[in-house]
Structures are given as C-alpha cells and as structure tokens.
T-cell receptor
Framework: GQQLNQSPQSMFIQEGEDVSMNCTSSSIFNTWLWYKQDPGEGPVLLIALYKAGELTSNGRLTAQFGITRKDSFLNISASIPSDVGIYFCAGQTTGANNLFFGTGTRLTVIP | SQTIHQWPATLVQPVGSPLSLECTVEGTSNPNLYWYRQAAGRGLQLLFYSVGIGQISSEVPQNLSASRPQDRQFILSSKKLLLSDSGFYLC???????????FGNGTRLTVT
C-alpha cells in the first residue's frame, strides 16, 4: 500500500510554543485526516481536509491539504500540556481499504 | 450522535486460549466497520473491514478472524492465541468507504 512519511517522529517543546508537523506521500490522496491519540486510548479525529489547498482550523489547530495532493501539515499554536500525545496523519483514496496512516509524531510539552 | 463501544479495555490470556473482542456502534445504520492492530503506540495495521452484515474482508493472513452478526456489531476472534497476538486492538467505524474513521478506545491484549 501507499507509504506516508510523517515528520518529525518526536518533538519536545516548551509550553506556549507553536508546533508544526507534516506528512508526505508519493501518491495522491482525495482526503487528508489528522488524528490525536492519548496513551491507552483510540485515535480521535482532529481535522478532515477534502480539497487541495484547503486550510482548516479547529481551535488552536490548523491543517492544510497540499496543492499537489501528496502532502499535508498540521500546526498547533500556543501549545499546552494536554496537547501531549501521538499525532497521526492519514491519506484516503477511493474504494475499500483506502485509508493509509503515517507513523505518527510523538509530542511532549514541557510545562 | 454516534458512539462506538469496545470491550474489554484490557485482557490477559494464556497462549492457546480463545479470544473474543466485541465492538458495537450506536446512532448510525449500516456503518463500515474496521479492526486495527497497533504495536508499540504507533503503526496502525488494518486487520479486517466490513461494509455490511456477513461481509468481511481480511487484509493480512493471521491467526485471527472477524464476524459481523448484526449491522452494528463487529467481533474479533481467535481459536488459539499466540504470543505474537499481543497488542492494542482498535475498532473503528465510518459512514461509508470515503468518510473519516472514528475509533473506539481500544483493547490492550496481553498473551502470556
């Protein structure tokens, strides 16, 4: 299946700093999704992007669907301790079994 | 609103014992249902998906099986667990094959 390269693998930041992570692929996707997973829980959908160039915000989170449809980024502004977790990108094509996940970015926020 | 329930939250089973993990979705009809396995907090691997009652597609050869006896019920099973079956199992649903997935809270399975 398609491979999604997510970077960075991990980040250690001070509370209040902004965060940026991205996901790239050699394949084109119709939808880009960003999830956050807290320890011991399932991933929770943060943002869904459906059009190339689309920029969508959800509170302090902003994500963009790349123009080439092969990449996406997620920004978190003014990080807080509860932002800690693993963030996954996912690209979706059409048809069954069409969702491909990145390997995740582990975010640690230092108070 | 839609909710997804997955149980148990944790499970410790001996090698060779059977397994049954259950997942149910409320608030929607004819959802697509999925079972994923996650190793070491990363790497979501799709195991099975279902687009309707009795319709199961398997993505990887393994010691596990899945069934969908009712519209909103998805079961992950094994007749004899292996040590390598240990992991974090996640159930998910979507409205259709082109919609985002929504995950349950997972089951931590330890095979001893």
């Amino acid at each position: 299946g398609q491979q999604l390269n997510q970077s960075p693998q991990s980040m250690f930041i001070q509370e209040g700093e902004d965060v940026s992570m991205n996901c790239t692929s050699s394949s084109i996707f119709n939808t880009w999704l960003w999830y956050k997973q807290d320890p011991g829980e399932g991933p929770v959908l943060l943002i869904a992007l459906y059009k190339a160039g689309e920029l969508t915000s959800n509170g302090r989170l902003t994500a963009q669907f790349g123009i080439t449809r092969k990449d996406s980024f997620l920004n978190i502004s003014a990080s807080i301790p509860s932002d800690v977790g693993i963030y996954f990108c996912a690209g979706q094509t059409t048809g069954a079994n069409n969702l491909f996940f990145g390997t995740g970015t582990r975010l640690t926020v230092i108070p | 609103s839609q909710t997804i329930h997955q149980w148990p939250a944790t499970l410790v089973q001996p090698v060779g014992s059977p397994l049954s993990l259950e997942c149910t979705v409320e608030g929607t009809s004819n959802p697509n249902l999925y079972w994923y396995r996650q190793a070491a907090g990363r790497g979501l691997q799709l195991l099975f998906y279902s687009v309707g009652i009795g319709q199961i597609s398997s993505e990887v050869p393994q010691n596990l099986s899945a069934s969908r006896p009712q519209d909103r019920q998805f079961i992950l099973s094994s007749k004899k667990l292996l040590l390598s079956d240990s992991g974090f199992y996640l159930c998910a649903w979507s409205v259709n094959i082109n919609s985002p997935l929504h995950f349950g809270n997972g089951t931590r399975l330890t095979v001893t």
